[in-house]
């Protein structure tokens, strides 16, 4: 009995280590609350099959037996192309009539692909998280509900008949000039104006009066700053003084900017190239084409500010390095909403506003 | 030969920076054309090289010859050179991975673009009710709401710079927490 006692006293120990306590295991003074849960959830686990996924084994493998690739290819209606089969995109889009047409952009086979986007630029974060916001309150005009606005006259006005000569005669263009403007809505939250792109124009006199290089270098500049193959403009105009003939000269660089190259190069500008201006007032407040675009002129200088080109500094001939001029397209309809965006974004104005 | 094995591409990137991969090389028409036109004037009476001992370009020197910058010569080379990436080329499994991954991308933005547009109209129906309230329900007849419509400074003043800023992750350690806007001459 004296024997047996310890090895019953044993058997009674033993479990207990395993079974679930209350209490915390180990010297934790501190104890969760999720502690309780995963001990007795340990206890719960016992009841699930451990050998489920393994039950279906014969249906499986009934399955895997009847699978025959082969004859499942065969039966395809139209068979897929083989592995190897490069495809390649026509170049010219012909119509819809056309057999062979491009794949959409998004097909990495088209020419148009351009991977990406690779990065969440800090514009597009600033914008969605505070400007939008910001300016649908600011530009907020309530209207009581069963409101309706007085109608407006037509933009085009029609002729008084007075003359027999009005009769089927195109209306007129709207008073104080004949260009009609873009209608402004109010701006709720689905027009709230936001950055479409930006254009990078220098215009390089001296290609024409001296040689190509100051275009290369002016080209090869702007592609620097903007991560844009740039294209190149002959010169529209007549200018004298310069011996620049119109349809002759190839005088300007042009590079467009769309996405994510848009807004890292509109970061740029902002953190960058603006703080370091020197005595620089901002953006004119009488800039812009009144509907929504917003063009602002850089010196050399100030070209040269770019973080690309003053890394590189030495690799462009100090006196080639072109100014620009720098058009920021806004979805707004007007140049005041413009000028609000590019406010909230960073940009400042001075002088006399006008809209 | 590991020289044989480098593609044209690279060849000739280190062909233009002087980088000796090889005693062949694949593209040395542009390169050895700047070291002739650049260091060594292409001069029909002097063949002989002698050592020049100053530091300006001999090319200077001379009247009547145009003198190209060696970063303008650069610079068109590299403006020129058909450094186009390969069309992608894809067979069928990573194609199918790609376009899966496509879609699923298009759909995340769709989501995040709704989600986002949901929110302005949250935002702007949240005004709505707002400004309703304060319209019929202050009792003070309106006036409130009238002056918080009056809208007169917000394009002209627009928002003030220190809110131009685009968001960082914090502060810097130079930021001057003391610092007050100068207050406008009166």
Known sequence: MAASEPSRTLARSLPRVFAPSTRAQGFCCRRYASDQASTRSSSALGDLESDGSLKATAERQDAAKSFDPIARARSRRVQLPRSRYQFRSPKYDRGPLHPHRPPPPSDPSSRLFVPGPFSLPRVEQTYESTVASDILTLCYVHNPPGFKPPPKAPRLRSWDGDSPYHKNRALRGPRGGDVLRLLRKPITFNNIPKLERITIHSYVKQAATENSSWLHVAGIALQAISNVRVQTYKSRSSVAPWGIAPGRDTVAAKAELHGEDMEHFFGKLVDVVLPRLKDWPGVKGTSGDSSGNITFGLSQEQVALFPEIEVNYDMYPPKMIPGCHITIHTTAKTDKDARLLLSAMGIPFYGKIVD | ?186
């Not at chain 2, 040395?28 to 002989?48: H, V």
């Not at chain 2, 502060?171 to 007050?180: C, L, S």
Request: net charge positive.
């Open chain 2, 1 to 186: 030969m590991r020289s044989l094995t480098l593609s044209p591409v690279l060849a000739s990137l280190a062909n233009v920076f002087k980088i000796p991969v090889s005693q062949t090389i694949l593209r040395p028409a542009l390169p050895l054309l700047n070291q002739t036109t650049i260091s060594k004037p292409l001069t029909p009476g002097r063949q002989e090289t002698r050592a020049t001992f100053s530091t300006s370009s001999p090319l200077l020197k001379q009247k009547g010859r145009t003198y190209v910058d060696k970063r303008i010569t650069l610079i068109r080379y590299f403006l020129h050179h058909p450094l186009t990436p390969r069309p992608l080329r894809f067979s069928r499994g990573r194609y199918l991975r790609h376009w899966t991954i496509h879609r699923a991308w298009q759909l995340y933005q769709a989501n995040r673009r709704r989600a986002k547009q949901l929110e302005l109209q949250r935002q702007w129906q949240a005004m709505n009710a707002a400004c309703e309230e304060l319209r019929t329900g202050a009792g003070d007849g309106g006036k409130l709401f009238r002056k918080s419509m009056i809208k007169t400074r917000v394009f002209r003043d627009m928002f003030p710079i220190e809110y131009g800023r685009l968001q960082t992750e914090g502060p810097g350690e130079g930021w001057n927490h003391d610092w007050k806007r100068p207050q406008p001459k009166r």
